[in-house]
């Protein structure tokens, strides 16, 4: 996984990146076991959880997007990050896509100075202001927040096979 240049002109950039690939394949893993599980998502009004496919579109396309918002609001070079499979074909496209994804997270952060990544604020697309290094950390703990999601329903759903 290491693959990310050491020549961060902040370091701290640079582990975010690795953080952020770590995550993003925990999360596919422990979203694959899901599936083999058959894990039901609760309901709820949020498109992102109608299914599991749906959920791993959305935690894959919030990836790309994190960063491309990133590059343009450091006035970078739009990192060329494909859009994201459909809902019907992202689960069999998505090794592939987090590949592509992750390979693209790998520079567009290598040369901007660490002050960059504290000011200024910029408003996200859902309104919440973020410094660059505020939603670089936002990008890692999402796949981690939906990880853990998925392991609780797994382990909840075991319970209750237990039960039956």
């Known amino acids: 996984m290491d693959t990310v240049s050491e020549k961060y002109r902040w370091k701290g950039a640079r582990a975010l990146v690795l953080l952020h690939e770590r995550h993003m394949r925990q999360f596919l893993s422990t979203w694959k076991m899901a599936k ?3 894990v039901i998502l609760p309901q709820t009004n949020d498109p992102a959880y109608r299914s599991l496919q749906t959920l791993l579109r959305h935690v894959l396309k919030s990836s790309g997007g994190y ?5 343009d609001k450091l006035n ?32 567009p952060l290598m040369n ?25 950390e936002h990008a890692v703990m999402h ?22």
């Open 36 to 38: 083999e599980e058959s």
């Open 143 to 164: 796949p981690i927040r939906h990880e853990f999601q998925l392991s609780n329903l797994m382990a909840l759903q075991d319970k209750r096979k237990i039960f039956e």
């Open 76 to 107: 970078l070079p739009d990192p060329g990050i494909n859009d994201v499979p459909a809902v019907d074909e992202i689960e069999k496209r998505s090794d592939d896509y987090l590949d592509h994804v992750l390979e693209k997270w790998k520079t």
């Open 112 to 136: 901007v100075p660490e002050d960059k990544f504290y000011k200024p604020l910029f408003t996200s697309r859902w309104g919440v202001d973020y410094c660059i290094e505020a939603m670089l």
């Open 67 to 71: 960063m491309k918002w990133m590059c």
